[in-house]
């Protein structure tokens, strides 16, 4: 399954909006669709921003715009996934950015198909693994990170179950890393957010392994909720790891220097369309927190597994 292809001279994405009702494409035939493509989560997970953004500098390219402009403008759409800004770069100082986007695309399933085997080994047979937001296939060109680890641990023919949070309040865990497990025929449960902690106190969830938008010093930046989660797996003693692309490292900065991004209000005061607030309610929807280090067994990388920085 591609989350995005080149093809005819255009950027093909699966809509991830659209899931799991639907699978359906939207098409970016200039720079400006691969913006709006980042911003309204067409596409989403920090590899495949990473490599969408390449693209994006390469349409502004061939079609004779300002790419620096262009590539300030990409970098500006989500100011949290580090990829994003480390994908722009490569295709800025290549000689071609398109040949750089389909090299970036190509190494992406290497590195997450490496991730995947490195993280299978702290797995073991009969394993309930819990998984946070969706670092699955969709989130990458192909594989995935998190799940590419389940994946990985599969094929080995090691009997396991994944557990899948819902990831209010946009719900990638539920709409995304579902549909991906129920694709794949690995076994899989949904629970709300709420019921992560009771699970681990219960003795009911094995691992924890979730991915990152950026890995710097002093922990990691992933989706909304992963601190929860990271807590109570602490509390509870469930090994917590973190599988992620060296891309995703950003070893200049700490993560507390780093910028969350705030989304719309209204994800949080709607669910599927319908309004789960009272008129007049404000809210507050930082999309990503950090994960402090000593709260993370190990993270998981195409070359091994190290400690956190």
């Excluded at 580090?82 to 750089?100: G, I, K, Q, T, Y």
């Excluded at 693994?129 to 990170?145: E, P, Q």
């Excluded at 969350?260 to 209000?265: A, K, L, V």
């Excluded at 709607?270 to 993370?296: E, K």
Aim: proline share 4%.
């Amino acid at each position: 399954m591609k989350t995005l292809e080149w093809k005819d001279g255009k950027l093909v994405l699966i809509d991830q909006r659209k899931l799991p009702d639907s699978l359906e494409y939207f098409e970016c035939r200039t720079y400006r669709d691969v913006i709006y493509a980042i911003k309204e989560m067409v596409v989403r997970g920090a590899p495949a921003i990473g490599v969408s953004a390449a693209f994006g500098v390469a349409l502004a390219h061939l079609a004779g715009e300002d790419t620096a402009r262009a590539a300030d403008e990409i970098k500006a759409s989500r100011p949290t996934a580090v990829n994003l800004f480390w994908a722009v770069d490569r295709a800025m100082n290549s000689e071609s950015p398109l040949e750089e986007a389909l090299r970036m695309y190509r190494e992406d399933v290497e590195t997450n198909m490496a991730i995947g085997r490195h993280g299978a080994g702290v797995i073991d047979d009969g394993d309930t693994i819990l998984t946070h937001c969706n670092a699955g296939a969709l989130a990458c060109v192909d594989y995935g990170t998190a799940l590419g680890v389940v994946r990985a641990a599969r094929d080995q023919g090691k009997n396991i179950t994944v557990i899948c949070d819902e990831t209010r309040p946009v719900g990638q865990g539920a709409r995304l890393s579902v549909w991906e497990m129920q694709q794949e025929g690995i076994p899989v449960r949904l629970i709300a957010d709420v019921a992560a902690g009771y699970l681990m106190q219960t003795g009911r969830i094995d691992k924890v392994i979730i991915g990152a938008d950026r890995v710097a010093t002093g922990g990691v930046a992933n989706k909304i909720g992963s601190l929860m989660v990271a807590l109570a797996a602490k509390r509870f003693e469930v090994p917590f790891y973190v599988a992620a692309p060296l891309s995703t490292f950003d070893r200049e900065n700490s993560i507390y220097d780093v910028e969350i991004e705030e989304r719309d209000p209204s994800e949080v005061l709607y669910y599927g369309g319908c309004r789960i607030a009272p008129q007049g309610t404000r809210a507050i929807n930082p999309a990503f927190d950090i994960v402090p280090s000593d709260l993370i067994t190990g993270i998981i990388t195409e070359n091994g597994i190290i400690d956190p920085l």
